[in-house]
């Protein structure tokens, strides 16, 4: 399996297009974790069945949300310590 980080993903995005739909599949890295994997239409997915909701479900936009939490410092900080430097 191919992996690649996102930017060189965007620079060289048909070229791995072509490996995909050759067979390779395509790991997509972000910051060294995997994010999303590319394969050949018909490989992987093929198998997926859309329901409709059962009877009596919420409609999606109706679902209650969970409480935002307090937290004690502003989100950026969490967000700027977390990429450091970069």
Known sequence: ML??????????????????????????????????RIVASGEEGAGLVVRPPREGAPAPGLVPLPRARKLRRDVLDYLREERGER
Request: charged share 35%; proline share 6%; hydrophobic share 45%.
């Open 3 to 36: 992996r690649v980080g996102i930017a060189e993903l965007k620079a060289r995005l048909s070229e791995f297009l072509r490996a995909a739909r050759n067979g390779e599949p395509v790991e997509v890295l972000d910051r060294g974790r995997p994010v999303a």
